[in-house]
């Protein structure tokens, strides 16, 4: 008779670490959701500021910008994440060229699709051809950037 195979303490670990990043991504998908954020014509509007401007989303960006402040003073009194050895921040934060140019580009296509990355992929779960394609490009996009970055001086960031 074949005894049940042992579970190791890291098996356990990396399985919480699937668990509580499905919970978190599940919990983003039904936030951008609820507020109206997988809504390419609603964000279009927030965006349009010189137009028919709806501010409605704008509540959307405070109880981000809210959610996001208070996890950082969190971070600051915490060793350690819970499921990991450690915070995986940026190396670098320089405002530079290339950072100033890669948000312009960002903010043109959200502008222009009504989607950025987060939305998108929790609005592939409506099945919309026009979703599927933006997502595509966005795929294909990052395969560029990454492609373009590694010839780089200094390699990918």
Not at 14 to 36: K, M, N, R, Y
Not at 82 to 100: C, N, Q, V, Y
């Amino acid at each position: 008779m074949m005894r049940p195979a042992r579970i190791s303490s890291a098996q356990i670990l990396v399985a919480l670490q699937v668990l509580v990043a499905l919970l978190a991504g599940a919990v983003f998908g039904l936030g951008l959701s609820l507020s109206g954020m997988l809504d390419p014509a609603r964000v279009r509007g927030f965006l349009d500021v010189a137009g028919d401007w709806d501010p409605s989303l704008a509540f959307v960006l405070g109880g981000a910008v809210a959610v996001a402040f208070a996890a950082m003073v969190l971070r600051r009194h915490l060793q350690r994440p819970a499921f990991a050895s450690a915070f995986h921040l940026p190396a670098t934060t320089p405002i530079d060229k290339r950072l100033i140019l890669g948000s312009a580009i960002f903010g043109l296509g959200w502008g222009l699709a009504g989607l950025c990355p987060g939305p998108a992929l929790a609005a592939l779960s409506l099945g919309l051809a026009p979703v599927m394609l933006f997502v595509a490009a966005m795929l294909a996009g990052m395969t560029l950037h990454d492609r373009l970055a590694a010839r780089q001086p200094g390699g990918s960031r």
